[in-house]
């Protein structure tokens, strides 16, 4: 069981815009930032968003991030077929002092 | 460019300890905090540990507190991580994290490229 909630599923078109969700509580996505991890099988994740919005360099402007209160969204717009992967939110706890995932999200372009 | 090479995985009884390293090149090791994080087969992401950038502050998750170790030596710019009494459920791929902060996480920009950690008798 995660401490971030997020749905196991998506799925969208190609040049759709699609939303991952995140849900967390006061003592993680309530006080701290939000990063999303990007992660396709037999290799390992890489970030995608961090501070809730930013952008890493070479991480196209079609993936963002918004939080509001104790949740964050993951929108990617102009759905390619090599988005497909699973999507991971994560925050500082500070109850742990450490870091939380969510369960990940399988992004599935139909 | 910055590279984190994990080492030590491998098949390991239970209760029996193993060690992991992660040799990091490319970068200051000294100024950042380093994380360990593990992937069960088939399952998601699990946050296993934090240390400092200078190995004063350490913290656990619930999972592996007591039983695991973090350390870090800065003048070899490796991070460890010692696995005392491990159990089936510890089964995982364990990958080592650069976090962007030097002390409380941030986010975590760079990481290896995992090694698996097999509990079995």
């Known amino acids: 069981q995660s401490v971030l909630t997020q749905p196991p599923s998506a799925s969208g078109t190609p040049g759709q815009r699609v939303t991952l969700s995140c849900s967390g509580s006061s003592s993680n996505i309530g006080r701290n930032t939000v990063s999303w991890y990007r992660q396709v099988p037999g290799a390992a994740p890489k970030v995608l968003i961090y501070?809730?919005?930013q952008r890493p360099s070479g991480v196209p402007d079609r993936f963002s991030g918004s939080t509001s209160g104790t949740s964050a969204s993951l929108a990617i717009s102009g759905l390619r077929s090599d988005d497909e992967a699973t999507y991971y939110c994560?925050?500082?706890?500070?109850?742990?002092?450490?870091?939380?995932f969510g369960g990940g999200t399988e992004l599935t372009v139909l | 460019q910055v590279q984190l090479v994990e080492s030590g995985g491998g098949v390991v009884q239970p209760g029996r300890s193993l060690r992991l390293s992660c040799a990091a090149s490319g970068f200051p090791f000294r100024s950042y905090g380093m994380h360990w994080v593990r992937q069960a087969p088939g399952k998601g992401l699990e946050w296993v540990a934090v240390?400092?950038?200078?190995?004063?502050?350490?913290y656990y998750g619930d999972s592996v507190k007591g039983r695991f170790t973090i350390s870090r030596d800065n003048s070899k710019d490796t991070l460890y991580l010692q696995m005392n009494s491990v159990r089936v459920d510890d089964t995982a791929v364990y990958y080592c994290?650069?976090?962007?902060?030097?002390?409380?996480?941030?986010?975590?920009?760079?990481w290896g490229q995992g090694i698996r950690v097999t509990v079995s008798s």
């Open positions: 994560a925050a500082a706890d500070d109850s742990l002092n450490g870091v939380v």
């Open positions: 240390i400092w950038f200078d190995g004063n502050y350490k």
């Open positions: 501070k809730n919005n």
């Open positions: 994290a650069r976090d962007q902060s030097s002390r409380s996480p941030y986010y975590l920009d760079y």
